[in-house]
């Protein structure tokens, strides 16, 4: 019976000791859930009462939308105007450089809520409540970095962008971040036949681009953009740290089309050249029988410009916006964003520095030779006709400009450049107005 007895007892034991356990495991949920409930409320605590994540999130939005368009808009208040050397480590000299060149740029925009220290800008309104914003500082001490498909990793990334990062003042764990295109820059070359090279040569070569999407570069590459690349990718290459907003005449040839590569374009070509600069004698006909153009950009009368007098005489600040040659540089100093485009957009068609090209079509005829390295009486400044240089050096020996001898100006010939890209978006016909 004993044994009987201790048999029976046994499970009551197990039964005693499951109940301890399934108690301790109970308390101890029970104990989490309150803990993790209690850091619930601690973390409501931290927000005010009138705390809405859409509302926060709209006001993230309006504050990008509002830096984005500081972006695009540069310097349209005229701050440097009054202040010219507020930002002059960032951007160079501003006294003879038009406000052109703050848009999209991005050193202009940490100038503007950094050194100008714009900071109320960030500031938006949602629901009846203000929302203050700041900008975060990057490892480059900027409040921008520089995306590029080149070095930066994502199938989303634009072929070339900047990144800012905003974070809440009122609830400052929540930050957002912005990637902004170069839209100032591009210049859409509209859909129509166009010839290659200057009027009056024997074989006339015509071509059009009625199936595709060419954006052609308004200014030639500055030195600020430049440094901007060597900063962003480490390279060390040549630029005038005294003359960022300067055309960069310093590269080579092989480096000009590596600079376009950081952009996710490439290098512009002889013959789109010659159709960004052409005035089209037909601008409703995209295919006309026969392209016909002149020597100028801006007048179908070239009979009647200064270029074709060769007149010193008629050299004036008027005429050196058509045609920066040398005789202007007397007048006044050349600036590269300057407002004086062709029939559609493209800036300095002639004169200006050299600037180099690719050609397909003559790959040695690989330079705009219409300079201010010439005088307003050489044959030079013509659209369509092109010198050659080597790619590598800029002294005199490195360039062929046959029995016409440019002017050195500094010692050296600077070459300048700019780029171009093709888009595979098929555009509507508004849009290429814009």
């Not at 960004?276 to 950009?297: I, T």
């Not at 005789?327 to 004086?340: G, H, K």
């Not at 330079?367 to 002294?395: C, P, Q, T």
């Amino acid at each position: 019976m004993t044994e009987r007895k201790d048999i029976q007892q046994m499970p009551e034991k197990n039964s005693r000791a499951l109940s301890m356990i399934l108690f301790v495991v109970i308390g101890a949920v029970v104990i989490c859930a309150g803990y993790i409930y209690w850091l619930y409320l601690e973390n409501q605590k931290a927000l005010p009462v009138h705390f809405n994540e859409k509302y926060v999130s709209d006001a993230f939005i309006e504050a990008g939308q509002k830096i984005h368009q500081r972006y695009v808009d540069g310097d349209k208040e005229g701050f440097l105007a009054k202040d010219p050397k507020a930002c002059q480590e960032l951007l160079g000299d501003m006294q003879s450089t038009s406000s052109s060149y703050t848009r999209c740029n991005p050193d202009f925009l940490d100038c503007y809520y950094r050194q100008l220290k714009n900071v109320n800008d960030l500031d938006v309104e949602v629901n009846n409540k203000k929302y203050g914003f700041k900008l975060s500082i990057f490892k480059n001490q900027k409040i921008y970095q520089t995306i590029s498909r080149n070095f930066s990793a994502g199938s989303f990334l634009p072929s070339y962008g900047i990144e800012v990062e905003l974070q809440s003042i009122e609830h400052n764990q929540f930050s957002m971040r912005f990637v902004f295109e170069d839209a100032c820059h591009d210049i859409f070359l509209p859909r129509r036949k166009f010839a290659y090279a200057e009027e009056g040569k024997q074989e006339i070569l015509e071509w059009d681009n009625l199936d595709s999407n060419l954006f052609v570069d308004r200014f030639v590459v500055s030195n600020r953009d430049i440094r901007e690349w060597s900063l962003a990718t480490g390279k060390e290459v040549s630029f005038d740290k005294e003359k960022l907003s300067a055309p960069s005449t310093n590269l080579t040839f092989k480096e000009m089309k590596e600079f376009c590569a950081y952009k996710g374009k490439s290098i512009l070509k002889a013959h789109v050249l010659d159709a960004a600069s052409f005035l089209p004698s037909d601008r409703s006909e995209p295919e006309p029988l026969k392209v016909k153009r002149g020597p100028y950009y801006w007048t179908k009368d070239s009979k009647q410009t200064f270029l074709a007098k060769k007149d010193k005489k008629l050299v004036n600040k008027e005429n050196c916006l058509y045609a920066f040659v040398k005789d202007c540089l007397a007048i006044s100093s050349y600036d590269a964003f300057y407002l004086n485009p062709s029939w559609m957009g493209f800036n300095g068609a002639l004169g200006g520095p050299f600037e180099a090209v690719e050609n397909d079509v003559e790959p040695l005829k690989n330079l705009k030779a219409s300079s201010y390295y010439f005088d307003v009486s050489s044959s030079w400044h013509v659209i369509g006709k092109r010198a050659s240089w080597n790619g590598e050096g800029h002294d005199l020996k490195d360039f062929d400009f046959g029995k016409e001898s440019p002017a050195l100006i500094e010692g050296v010939l600077g070459v300048a450049f700019r780029c171009m890209k093709t888009s595979p978006f098929i555009l509507k016909e508004s849009d290429e107005e814009l």
